[in-house]
């Protein structure tokens, strides 16, 4: 099953290598796939679900949509009396939207088999009504960990949104647990992270000074020495160490090193590019994470959904 899965074209390797194999090895305790963004087929499933939903929002009838949901859908917008249910509406359309484009795309259902032929649960999160998380894991517990951290983020949004302040920047504005202690200790316990990495994490997101992404980067861009640097403590995506040579993070990366050489060494030896080009990336992630901010920002403009109601 192994060969069958690395000769799988449509999960990248730097999936495989991320979240797939080191839950499968029971290495992390569970792993975080972002949908629609991290498929390889992302761009032209986002440009998809836009399009969709201004046609919708137009009044027009999509390619290939029943007469009975077309009819359906333009009652329930004629009934829209006020703000209240016009957002109803809208949330749950983009909502039907991405059911229809993302989870009938052939890529998505790819890493749905596969998660499934490995043996693994998955639990689906909604960080945005087109935007879900799909956490892989082994442990049922973790389960009841993830409903408690999506009731979490709810109440975070809810109180948010009855309290809203215009002049916080726009990333609190459009996901505020990220900036919640609890919701961001939660989450790094649930992917396995370090304690220290995520105590230092919180401190950065908190702090008002430099976010964690910036100062992560310019840990790495002020080293004097290369010995400052282990790239094993950048083992998945996303991952923000404490320091560039933490020695709880390099561990994982090193554990999952080492059962790879035992499973394919040329896997090992990919393994070794894969967490070096994790730190390069997260030396580059300021800009990066700019960029996604902008877009995000963009998204919730054109669907006219304010961040917390949904």
Not at 176 to 197: M, T, V, W
Request: aromatic share 8%; glycine share 4%.
């Amino acid at each position: 099953m192994y060969r069958e899965f690395m000769d799988e074209h449509v999960i990248p390797l730097k999936a495989r290598l991320d979240d797939f194999l080191p839950v499968v090895l029971g290495l992390r305790k569970a792993a975080q796939i972002v949908m629609p963004a991290e498929l390889p087929d992302a761009g032209i499933l986002g440009a998809t679900i836009d399009d969709s939903f201004r046609q919708k929002m137009a009044g027009k009838r999509l390619p290939g949509e029943s007469l009975t949901d077309y009819l359906k859908n333009r009652t329930a917008r004629m009934r829209s009396k006020n703000k209240a249910q016009d957002l109803r509406f809208r949330l749950q359309m983009l909502r039907d939207i991405y059911r229809d484009v993302v989870e009938k795309s052939r890529s998505y259902q790819v890493y749905m088999n596969w998660i499934d032929k490995w043996g693994l649960h998955r639990k689906e999160l909604e960080a945005r009504p087109t935007i879900r998380e799909i956490y892989i894991f082994e442990d049922e517990d973790i389960a009841v960990q993830l409903e408690e951290l999506q009731d979490l983020r709810k109440d975070i949004r809810y109180n948010f949104a009855k309290n809203p302040d215009p002049s916080l920047s726009g990333s609190l504005r459009v996901f505020p647990e990220e900036h919640n202690s609890a919701f961001l200790r939660k989450a790094g316990g649930i992917l396995g992270f370090p304690d220290c990495c995520i105590e230092r994490y919180v401190f950065d997101r908190n702090s008002g000074v430099l976010s964690p992404e910036v100062r992560a980067s310019n840990q790495i861009a002020h080293s004097d020495s290369p010995d400052d640097v282990d790239t094993y403590a950048y083992f998945t995506k996303d991952f923000f160490p404490c320091q560039p040579d933490c020695p709880e993070a390099a561990k994982i990366g090193r554990a999952i090193h080492k059962a790879l050489c035992e499973v394919d060494p040329d896997l090992a030896k990919s393994y070794e590019e894969h967490v070096a080009g994790n730190m390069r990336l997260v030396k580059q992630y300021p800009d990066i994470i700019q960029n996604r901010l902008a877009r995000l920002q963009q998204e919730a403009r054109q669907q006219e959904v304010e961040p917390g109601e949904e």
